[in-house]
């Protein structure tokens, strides 16, 4: 059953104006077209030349004034709009962001699928070419606004044909019309290209150091900007996963990336480029190679050789988007490089929008561990072409709380987000609040619990990323084992082991180095642990493991009544469609529950405590 798509954030706003002009007038426009909310004022705009994003939102003479930036004010706008919406005070001091750059990555194809998603098509093309409609994406590029995202990359991060010509002249007029689609919400494009893309277009090498490759990417920025004045730059992912890069010709990743900063730097163009970067070939027997330290060895000894336009974009955690990681040791190295934490809204390890999974309190908990924020942050989307953006309706609750933290940094708080896109979304007098908050809340936990607990990751199927297969990994080459054997299960990376921990400043290091210190959450991330090993509440890790997938689909089973609950409050479309996942997500913590708690049944023969029932 389709679900009504309006029932976004913002179903209380007039249609979006389609003759936006700048953010500045667009600004102007939403405040005129939904004066109804401002409760009988008005609202002025005020430009601060050289603002950029900041603002403020002042009282004058009985109505409202909102100050700021080209861009600050339409954020400025939006913030009225829905504080008013919310029945809040919409008056605040100067805010400024705390991430300059706030990226949405789409790993979107041209063929119209997109890798890892899971809300329908691409919402740019299909059939190998640009496919929109523009009054959704003006759609879009409110929601963005109003969330303060400043910034996307519209294709996927491996790049395949022909998304490597949006930059040459044949597709460039249709990228452009794009750009221009977007320019009113003050959201810039990036383009994911191929670092080969001297070698498709006819020179025998893309060599950085080779002046001909060098002309090449110089030109080729040259006609970008003929089309695309405040183009933001080229996203890269180089010598990761089989893409092309720089250690093809023995160059290093600062040279790499210093190619095509300096074509771009004439026209303040930038270079993200991700530390996405590991041997996906790794033979299991090898106990040495730890996929984990891999970004770390790569780029800490690069620190200070990047142009000053490179970003180097790294995940929040070592691995790949798992439940639980602690935070990448990048973000305390590298003190002279430019930075964006990278997250991933997109469900490929959490639960695939099927399964309810609010992202907050991870990005809480990295926050936690990091000391000094990057400059910049990105988010890997979750948006498709599905009627409600999401797939899952509650998914939507992601996005929204992603702007917020991007805008907030430090000051972020995953349950006042959640409040706010509930109260936007379903109304501000929504009865069940309290419940749904909770729900939000709670969805972590539950899935961590019936997938795999303790930092242990790498269960799932290897396939498709959903549902329980604990060896899928194990023997396969792409450096991701949990190594369980009838004793103990969980790699050593303390000194002893890998030697992992000591990427870490010391502090931290000696923290994760013992395991009486070790956040209980990371044990098994950090060590090899016994099944008989006492933890801190006097439960042997076995029985732990029992316990909590156990305990995660009894929970999940929570979620679904609880959802139920809220029938008469909800849309039927709405609560249909998403019961229909409530459903599924029980099934798979099930699925989960007894394979997993067989597994290790089978390994060591233990029966649970409790004497619930484990299927052999
Ligand atoms: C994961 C994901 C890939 C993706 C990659 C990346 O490995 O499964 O689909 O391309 O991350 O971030 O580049």
Redesign the pocket.
């Known amino acids: 059953m389709p679900c009504d798509e309006k029932l976004c954030w913002l179903p209380f706003l007039q249609d979006v104006p389609g003759d936006a002009g700048g953010p500045a007038e667009l600004a102007q426009k939403e405040l005129a077209g939904n004066a109804a909310l401002l409760g009988g004022k008005s609202a002025a705009v005020s430009l601060l030349p050289g603002a950029g994003d900041g603002y403020e939102i002042l009282e004058r003479d009985g109505n409202y004034l909102v100050r700021g930036g080209e861009t600050g004010v339409l954020y400025g706008a939006y913030r009225l709009l829905t504080d008013c919406y919310r029945g809040e005070s919409p008056l605040r001091p100067w805010t400024m962001p705390a991430f300059s750059l706030r990226m949405l990555n789409h ?1 979107d194809n041209m063929d119209g699928s997109v ?2 998603g899971y809300a329908g098509k691409s919402l740019f093309f299909a059939e190998d070419r640009f496919a929109y409609d523009p009054a959704r994406i003006r759609r879009y590029g409110r929601l963005l606004a109003s969330i303060g995202v400043n910034a996307v990359c519209i294709n996927n ?2 790049v395949h044909a022909p998304a490597d010509q949006l930059i040459t002249e044949r597709l460039l007029p249709k990228t452009a019309a794009l750009a221009d689609l977007l320019r009113p919400f003050g959201v810039r494009l990036l383009l994911a290209v191929d670092y080969a893309l001297p070698v498709t277009q006819g020179l025998p090498t893309a060599d950085p150091l080779d002046e001909k490759v060098q002309a090449f990417w110089n030109r080729q920025c040259d006609l970008i900007y003929q089309y695309i004045p405040d183009f933001l730059g080229f996203l890269v ?1 180089a010598d ?2 089989f893409r092309p890069g720089p250690f093809l010709y023995h160059r290093s990743h600062a040279e790499g990336a210093n190619l095509l900063a300096r074509a771009l730097k004439p026209h303040g163009g930038k270079v993200i480029w ?1 530390c ?1 970067v590991y041997n996906c070939r790794q033979d299991w027997r090898d106990h040495a190679t730890d996929r984990p330290m891999a970004a770390y060895r790569h780029y800490a000894p690069l620190d200070g050789q990047f142009e000053d336009n490179v970003i180097l974009q790294v995940k929040n955690g070592p691995y ?1 988007f798992q439940v639980r990681e602690p935070a990448s040791p990048l973000f305390y190295a590298m003190p002279n490089t430019v930075k964006a934490l990278e997250v991933q809204l997109a469900q ?1 390890y959490t639960g695939q929008q099927i399964d309810l999974y609010y992202m907050p309190p991870m990005w809480e908990e990295w926050l936690s561990q990091v000391p000094d924020l990057p400059d910049h942050i990105c988010a890997v989307s979750n948006l498709g072409n599905d009627e409600n953006w999401t797939g899952h309706f509650l998914a939507q609750a992601n996005l929204y709380a992603y702007g917020r933290f991007a805008w907030l940094g430090r000051a972020f708080d995953g349950k006042a987000a959640a409040r706010e896109w509930i109260a936007l979304t379903l109304g501000s007098d929504f009865p069940e609040t309290e419940r749904l908050l909770s729900m939000l809340l709670r969805s972590r936990g539950v899935y961590e619990k019936y997938t795999s607990p303790l930092g242990l990751c790498w269960m799932v199927n290897i396939s498709h ?1 959903y549902g329980p297969s604990p060896e899928g990994y194990e023997f396969s080459l792409w450096g991701t084992y949990h190594r369980a054997d009838y004793l103990a299960v969980g790699i050593d990376r303390t000194e002893k082991g890998t030697g992992y921990t000591r990427q870490y400043p010391k502090e931290l290091a000696e923290q994760y180095e013992s395991m009486d210190t070790c956040p209980e959450e990371m044990l098994l991330f950090f060590h090899r642990v016994r099944y008989d090993h006492m933890l801190r509440d006097g439960r042997t890790l076995l029985q732990r493991i029992y316990d909590d997938h156990f305990e995660g689909a009894e929970e999940a089973e929570g979620l679904l009544k609880d959802w139920v609950a809220l029938q008469p409050v909800l849309p039927d479309g709405i609560y249909a469609h998403t019961l229909d996942r409530f459903r599924r997500q029980v099934q798979n913590a099930r699925e989960w529950r007894d394979v997993i708690n067989t597994y290790f049944h089978r390994f060591t023969g233990t029966p649970d405590a409790k004497g619930r029932t484990i299927y052999d």
Do not use: A, G, I, M
């Open positions: 790993w890798e890892r991060v491996n992912k990761s996963e991700r996405f790949d490929e990323h």
